[in-house]
């Protein structure tokens, strides 16, 4: 029961929000792609943010967890390097599959 009324809060809630942003769309002749562009700007802004927050939560990974500096900082460098390693791979599908259609 619990689950059913959740499900259509949630509902009802998404249902509300698109009902404001046709009618911002509507009102002011918002362009769509406004909206998205700036859905993923959001996104992109937290995205980046969590990266490089390493700086911010150093310390106290340091002290609660007692790992060393050097073992958070490899850590965080190995996790660069996949990425730059995947962003190749990533790169590489996506050219693929462009070109494939």
Known sequence: MAAASATAGHASGHMALHAIVVGLMSQR???YGW???AAAATVVA???GSIF???VFLKPLEESMHWS???I???ALINWFAMGAGSFCWG???TASVAAS
């Open 92 to 94: 590489a599908l996506s």
């Open 69 to 71: 500096r050097s073992a």
């Open 29 to 31: 002749g918002l362009f």
């Open 73 to 75: 900082s490899t850590t």
């Open 46 to 48: 937290f995205g980046q």
């Open 35 to 37: 909206v998205v562009l």
């Open 53 to 55: 927050s390493l700086g």
